[in-house]
Nanobody
Framework: VKLEESGGGLVHAGGSLRLSCIAS????????MSWYRQAPGKTRELVAG????????EYGDAVKGRFTIDRDDAQNTVYLEMTLLKPDDTAVYYC??????????WGQGIQVTVSS
């Protein structure tokens, strides 16, 4: 099982980034996929999640209206489009998969840094 994040980096405030997470080793279409983030000294928090099948979506309050999550089951990939980035968005972003049961997988994380 592997979740491989890409697309992170350094961006100025107001800029945009697109994160990708390519999954392998499990039945991607049967899993809810999410992005979490953890800033230094803070707990890990939900950024956005997208359900299997009906594609229902939820966002963390801090990113509503600025971030968009999407999934491509044919490509086993989940995306996070981040716009109007703020310094407070600086964190390590983690890809997360959950099968609505006991199976949970995490990616290794990718750094996003927003400069003011």
């Amino acid at each position: 099982v592997k979740l491989e994040e890409s697309g992170g980096g350094l961006v100025h405030a107001g800029g945009s980034l697109r994160l990708s997470c390519i999954a392998s080793g499990f039945a991607f279409e049967g899993y809810a996929m999410s992005w979490y983030r953890q800033a230094p000294g803070k707990t890990r928090e939900l950024v956005a999640g997208i359900r299997r099948a009906d594609g229902g979506i939820e966002y963390g309050d801090a990113v509503k209206g600025r971030f968009t999550i999407d999934r491509d089951d044919a490509q086993n990939t989940v995306y996070l489009e981040m716009t109007l980035l703020k310094p407070d968005d600086t964190a390590v972003y983690y890809c997360h998969a959950w099968n609505y049961g006991p199976l949970i997988y995490w990616g290794q994380g990718i750094q996003v840094t927003v400069s003011s």
